[in-house]
C-alpha cells in the first residue's frame, strides 16, 4: 500500500504524515493487492478536510470528511474509506457467488 499525502493551504508537518500513515495502516487487512491512496488534508476555515482517493485494481473508491481539527478529520476519513473498502468486498464476494449459481426457470 502506496501512501501519498499533500496538502492544500496547510503544510503537512511530520507530525501529521506520521499520523496519517499509522491511521491508514488498519486498512491493510481490508485490501488484498497493492493500492495507491492519496490524501488531501485542506485548511476551509474554520473546519479542517481531509480527502482520499484509494486506486484499487479496476475501481476508484472516494471519501472526504470534515473535523474540528485536522487529527478528527483524518479519523473520520479512515473509518469512511473502511466503510468504502467493506462495502467494495461485499460486492465482490455476491459477484462470485452470483457466477457459480445456475439460473434456470421454473420447471413443470
Avoid at 511530520?14 to 495502516?25: H, N
Amino acid at each position: 500500500m502506496q501512501i501519498e499525502i499533500y496538502g492544500q493551504q496547510i503544510e503537512v508537518t511530520p507530525a501529521l504524515r506520521s499520523y496519517v500513515e499509522t491511521r491508514f495502516e488498519r486498512l491493510d487487512r481490508r485490501i488484498d493487492k497493492d493500492c495507491e491512496i492519496r490524501v488531501q488534508l485542506a485548511l476551509e476555515k474554520p473546519s479542517h478536510k481531509a480527502i482520499a482517493t484509494v486506486n484499487l485494481s479496476g475501481r476508484t473508491l472516494h471519501g472526504d470528511a470534515v473535523g474540528q481539527d485536522m487529527y478528527a478529520a483524518i479519523d473520520l476519513l479512515v473509518d469512511k474509506v473502511d466503510r468504502l473498502l467493506v462495502k467494495h468486498k461485499e460486492k465482490l464476494t455476491e459477484q462470485r457467488r452470483g457466477d457459480g449459481l445456475s439460473r434456470s426457470g421454473p420447471s413443470d
